[in-house]
């Protein structure tokens, strides 16, 4: 079929349907977003399947889940952060196990261009003790993602694809192979799918017996391969994932190749990383993320008589994305030789809330509300208002994690913190901070909850928002909110006195409130999207 | 010309988020393709995009590309829409490489520097092309044409062909309507004529 210029994630998207998906579903989050937006721009016809972004990842998960348990192929995609939120129906699906082709795909960020953590989704398909594809490159996650398809039904097992970064922001060229045909309907087994406890310990035991087989799949893999050069037993390198491409840029640099090891899939190929252990002196050991190949190869006692370098030794940092850069000086080659550009640092430029936006408005109100009420604290959440903590705002104090805003100011109301104010996105609030708030309401907790409600997922590139409009107000009132503490304010500077008189109005009620500010996006609003 | 001879080309590309330097790579990418290039482009996607600097490292070869990520010193061309985010990426230039830039700030920092010197910085690099890309892209017929002016501006340094630019060009601002069109041409043409060549 014909070449294709794709993104990483999008490649992995095209990928999916030609492995005859039939329904994927997603949360956006860079940098996994562009997954589902392929999806959804296709026209129908050729899409041929169900595309949906869910509620959170948890929601995306089971939904999947729910596809393959009907004997269809399904993708579930996010970003690292995300797994977190569906960990429990990840976990689980480990022992349901897959009835049609189940890819659960996990985009991390290391580096954290725009996350709050750099976790490694490997340590979670470990946990899961499912398999796990890495590629380093866009062919392979084309290649990865139609064989994690074949793969989950073979072993009845979801499947990882793990992507970073650089993988699912960067393009390349693919050539994509003949499309499959779709599953048809075929129901799991309930014994299988039902975890009671005389279930879930008959399947654990299917799970750990398999084990060998995948390890014996990996090791077979064609997306793992080792050179040993026979004239020099000194250096080993093992690369994995996008780490790879790294170590070869640098190879021509070197005087003597050393002996290498690239691995894609996980279980780590044991086998193949012995032969190259015994085979060199020092290996060095490239990981983008976590370092779980080199922890491996350290376990408590080392490799007696082998040096092993890496994020462990300082060779390479021990956080961060990896460069090129780092490559060359952990196999000790000189730097390349550069302009020099004199005198840093240079004027930061921060991203910012773009000119117009309605949190500055909303922020600027409950600046001005608080003043005069030194003990307060703004918990805040995951979205464009977390860039309202940066100057010239400085309106909030925590962001952790998806929904935690309002649950943190209950907290910090039990604690004494007063006034004890939460905000969060209209989007961020229905993926995780419905409950959040109804355990508030129960309490009655002396709190006030902004709920910013622009209309979309505006960070990530203008999705769309399930809790936003008037059925937004109904779910704020569904959960028990009184409805006279329930405000709603229009955020634009000529309303600025009367919404600062609202939110006083509320910041002084014993009890929960809610201010919901109300005004479009202005970078995604529906004028602009036409 | 420069640059012709050579089979391999590591540009970074540079802005300030919603300064479209992504079009100037979707021309540069499909360009490349038709020419039989490898092509290899990181973008920075998210929160940077929100009136951050923002980057995108772009290899083209006709061999095989490994890395994703230019190393620094391997850049053979810095190409920006804005001064003070050229200076940022210099580091990176190999120092035979050559840098062009916008001269027109993008303001949106309470502290950024004086321009002269951002200036004066850009044009201490032995090879250098400043155009004024806002003069430039109004002259076109629109001010958000500055991303199209600079890569006319660095077209005579690109290994590949004015022609192939320009069907992209008209590729990508079709569905926009065919002033749209006209306006970028008109803009890579000023670009190029500026960078003097």
Redesign the interface.
């Known amino acids: 079929m014909k070449p294709e210029v794709l993104l990483g994630d999008e490649a992995v998207a095209l990928a999916a349907i030609h492995s005859g998906l039939s329904a994927a579903y997603s949360y956006p989050g860079t940098p996994a977003s562009e997954i589902l937006e392929y999806l959804l721009r296709l026209p129908a016809e050729k899409r041929g399947c169900t595309a949906a972004w869910s509620v959170n990842e948890k929601t995306a998960y089971e939904e999947a889940l729910g596809a393959s348990f009907a004997g269809r192929r399904a993708m579930v995609s996010m970003k690292h952060v995300g797994l977190n939120v569906a960990a429990d129906p990840f976990m689980n699906s480990a022992l349901t196990g897959a009835e049609g082709g189940l890819l659960v795909v996990a985009a991390d960020d290391p580096g954290m261009h725009s996350s709050q953590n750099e976790q490694d989704s490997r340590y979670y398909a470990d946990f899961a003790r499912i398999f796990c594809f890495e590629p380093s490159g866009h062919q392979e996650a084309y290649d990865m993602t139609r064989e994690a398809f074949d793969f989950s039904e073979k072993f009845d097992i979801p499947i990882m694809l793990r992507l970073t970064t650089r993988i699912s922001h960067s393009r390349s060229v693919v050539v994509p192979r003949e499309p499959r045909t779709q599953n048809p309907l075929r129901l799991g087994r309930w014994q299988d799918w039902t975890l009671l406890p005389s279930n879930a310990r008959r399947r654990f035991q299917q799970l750990l017996k398999r084990q060998r087989e995948l390890l014996a799949a990996s090791e077979a893999s064609a997306f793992n391969a080792l050179t040993l050069n026979p004239s020099d037993r000194g250096l080993g390198v093992i690369a994995t994932g996008i780490a790879w491409n790294y170590v070869q840029e640098n190879l021509r640099g070197l005087a003597s190749t050393p002996s290498l090891l690239k691995i894609g899939t996980y279980p780590a190929p044991e086998s193949l990383i012995r032969r190259l252990v015994d085979h060199v002196d020092r290996v060095l050991v490239a990981e983008e993320g976590y370092p779980l190949v080199e922890r491996m190869l350290r376990g408590l006692y080392g490799v007696p008589g082998k040096t092993v370098l890496g994020r462990m030794s300082g060779e390479l940092p021990a956080s961060g994305e990896l460069t090129p850069d780092h490559i060359r000086s952990a196999l000790s080659m000189n730097p390349l030789a550069h302009y020099e550009a004199g005198e840093r640092p240079l004027a930061e430029r921060p991203p910012q809330l773009c000119a117009g936006c309605p949190h500055t408005d909303t922020l600027k109100a409950l600046n001005e509300a608080l003043r005069d009420r030194p003990g307060s604290n703004v918990f805040s959440d995951i979205g464009c208002y977390t860039l309202g903590a940066l100057p010239p705002l400085n309106a909030i104090q925590t962001c952790v994690c998806m929904g935690a805003s309002i649950s943190m100011a209950h907290g910090g109301s039990d604690a004494g913190i007063r006034p004890s104010v939460a905000v969060i996105g209209d989007s961020t609030f229905g993926h995780s901070g419905i409950t959040s708030l109804l355990s508030a309401a129960r309490a009655d907790t002396d709190m006030t909850a902004f709920i910013l409600d622009n209309g979309t997922v505006a960070m990530t590139g203008g999705q769309t928002s399930h809790a936003t409009g008037p059925g937004l107000l109904k779910i704020i009132e569904g959960v028990g909110v009184p409805p006279e503490h329930i405000r709603v304010i229009e955020p634009l500077p000529k309303h600025h006195e009367r919404n600062v008189r609202i939110i006083r109005e509320e910041l002084d009620h014993k009890g929960l409130s809610v201010i919901v500010a109300v005004r479009e996006c202005v970078t995604y609003s529906s004028k602009r999207r036409g | 010309m420069e640059g012709r001879s050579a089979d391999k080309q590591d540009i970074i590309l540079a802005g300030?988020?919603g300064q479209g330097i992504l079009s100037i790579?979707y021309v540069i990418?499909?360009a490349a393709?038709d020419e039989g290039l490898?092509?290899?482009?990181?973008?920075?996607?998210?929160?940077?995009?929100?009136?951050?600097?923002v980057q995108s490292h772009l290899r083209l070869s006709s061999g095989t590309?490994?890395?994703?990520?230019?190393?620094?010193?391997?850049a053979d061309m810095i190409l920006s829409v804005e001064p003070?985010?050229a200076?940022?990426y210099?580091?990176?230039?190999?120092?035979t490489?050559v840098v062009v830039s916008s001269s027109t700030p993008y303001r949106?920092?309470a502290?950024?520097?004086d321009l002269g010197n951002v200036l004066e910085?850009l044009r201490?690099?032995p090879r250098h092309v400043i155009a004024d890309s806002e003069k430039l892209a109004k002259e076109a017929g629109s001010s958000r044409a500055q991303n199209i002016v600079m890569l006319g501006a660095a077209s005579p340094f690109l290994i590949l062909k004015e022609d192939s630019l320009l069907r992209h060009i008209e590729n990508l601002f079709k569905p926009r309507g065919a002033n749209l069109v006209d306006i970028n041409i008109k803009a890579l043409r000023l670009g190029r004529a500026a960078a003097g060549v």
Not at chain 2, 38 to 53: F, K, S
Not at chain 2, 65 to 74: A, M, Q, T, V
């Open positions: 300030v988020g790579a990418d499909r393709l490898h092509l290899r482009q990181a973008e920075v996607h998210g929160m940077a995009q929100r009136g951050g600097a590309i490994f890395s994703d990520l230019i190393p620094r010193g391997g003070l985010e200076l940022r210099l580091d990176s230039l190999a120092p490489g949106n920092i502290d950024y520097p910085r201490r690099v």
